[in-house]
């Protein structure tokens, strides 16, 4: 009987591990579920331009650098210490100082801190042209019509440029003035509104040459 007991309690707690398992044998249990992979770490990267840019960087502040290749910023200021970082090439890093001349390692603090190398150091933004100069006055010898449309042959004179009047051209906007040739001569266009002698107030065309010829009508005002 206390071994009928035995097997009986032991038929008990077989059942019970089958039932909370689902097998009689846990140890050699399958999984359909793969193992979950270990994450590898992120890859490290250069960053872009756009990301110094928004790292507080600007191309206007007259301590911001750009690297003309990819470069390292190192932690001390010799080729054989640690480097900590790369800059993409254009990447934009901060000076603390503007190194004297004949330096071969400029400190930085953005965007990390660290030195990095003064001959791979361009600016970062080339300064923008200046505004195109519209101002123009007739070198001419003898008054000019301004005419309506680039038509010598068409009855639309509007006004007169007398020598040495200013006159202001229009402009396109690439910068260049605006221009057109007709009847074998070089026509600008110039703005009547600026011009108070002009009436009535607009946009009108004066002849600044023959077209083939080196001689204009109007010059740069002073």
């Given at each position: ?30 999984t359909d579920q793969p193992a979950t992979p270990t994450t590898p770490p992120a890859e490290t990267r250069p960053a872009t331009p756009a990301e ?51 330096s071969q390692f400029a400190q930085i603090n953005l965007p990390i801190s660290g030195f990095i190398q003064t001959a791979v150091l361009k600016a ?99």
């Amino acid at each position: 009987m206390k071994i009928s007991g035995l097997k009986t309690s032991t038929n008990v707690l077989f059942a019970v591990a089958i039932a909370l398992t689902g097998t009689a044998s846990p140890a050699f249990s399958q999984t359909d579920q793969p193992a979950t992979p270990t994450t590898p770490p992120a890859e490290t990267r250069p960053a872009t331009p756009a990301e110094e840019t928004r790292s507080g960087i600007s191309p206007q502040d007259p301590l911001c650098r750009a690297a003309n290749r990819s470069t390292p910023i190192f932690e001390s200021a010799s080729t054989i210490s640690s480097a900590l970082q790369l800059v993409p090439p254009d990447g934009f890093v901060r000076l603390v100082v503007v190194p004297p001349p004949g330096s071969q390692f400029a400190q930085i603090n953005l965007p990390i801190s660290g030195f990095i190398q003064t001959a791979v150091l361009k600016a970062c933004s080339t300064p923008p042209p200046p505004p195109p100069v519209s101002c123009r006055f007739s070198r001419a010898p003898v008054p000019i019509n301004v005419r309506r449309e680039p038509d010598v042959d068409a009855n639309n004179i509007i006004g007169v440029v007398n020598p040495g009047q200013r006159v202001f051209v229009t402009f396109n906007s690439n910068g260049t003035a605006v221009s057109t040739q007709a009847d074998g001569f070089n026509w600008v266009q110039i703005d009547m509104t600026r011009t108070p002698f002009f009436r009535p107030s607009g946009l009108g065309w004066m002849v600044n040459s023959r077209v083939g010829t080196g001689e204009s009508n109007l010059g740069y005002c002073q």
